[in-house]
Structure formats: C-alpha cells, structure tokens
Nanobody, 128 residues
Framework: QVQLVDSGGGSVQTGGSLRLSCVAS????????MGWFRQAPGKERVAVAR????????YYADSVKGRFTISQDNAKKTLYLQMNSLKPEDTAMYYC?????????????????????WGQGTQVTVSS
C-alpha cells in the first residue's frame, strides 16, 4: 500500500514563496516518476512539474518556469516543490502524484490519468 501526504500550502501575498512537501510511505521502492499537479476551482487538474526518480530530468509548465523548482530526497522519500515569486494565478489546490510504470497510461506524463497514486492536496492561495 502506498500513501502520499502533501503539506506546505498556505496563504501568501504576490511575490511570496512556499515550499510544498510530499512524503511517500509504504511500497515506494519502484516509483518511476513523481510530479506536482494543481487544480483551480472549476478547472481541470494540470501538470506543474514532474521528475523521474533518481534523475535530473525535469519538466515544468511554461507558467511556472524560472519560479518553481521540483526536487527529491530519496532517503527521506520526499518530493518538494519550491515556489517563488508567487502570483495570484498560482492559487489552486496542489497535488503530489506518483506512478511505478515506465509507460504513461494516460498517453503523457503530463496527464493526470497516468498517475496511480495521489496525495490529498494542499491549498495555495496567493493574494494581490
């Protein structure tokens, strides 16, 4: 059984920073990929960043490039998302996700259906 627990969200003003954490527990030894998604009210869940486990191969959505950094601490089984220069449009529920397959079932690692395991979400609110 795998469990992902997200934390670190909060309310900040424009230009502020937050660091999200995702702690994995259970049978996580053969995770292939982990990522962060976000979902604003009334909108679909979209990929923010992803990283292959044990790799420096990372992806960032254009909207967060240069401001967000995804990183992993395999010893702590923790995924991070450092978010700087936050904007009101970054306001959303942020979710950690992971999968063990080397093939994205949803057709792309940017697609939410490609991930089998999800955190409960952590809310990020950025005020102007």
């Amino acid at each position: 059984q795998v469990q992902l627990v997200d934390s670190g969200g909060g309310s900040v003003q424009t230009g502020g920073s937050l660091r999200l954490s995702c702690v994995a527990s259970g049978n996580t030894d053969n995770f292939y990929i982990m990522g962060w998604f976000r979902q604003a009210p009334g909108k679909e869940r979209v990929a923010v960043a992803r990283i292959y486990i044990g790799s420096k191969n990372m992806y960032y959505a254009d909207s967060v490039k240069g401001r967000f950094t995804i990183s992993q601490d395999n010893a702590k089984k923790t995924l991070y998302l450092q978010m700087n220069s936050l904007k009101p449009e970054d306001t959303a529920m942020y979710y950690c996700a992971a999968d063990k397959s080397s093939y994205p079932r949803g057709g792309s690692w940017l697609a939410a259906p490609s991930y089998s395991y999800w955190g409960q979400g952590t809310q990020v609110t950025v005020s102007s």
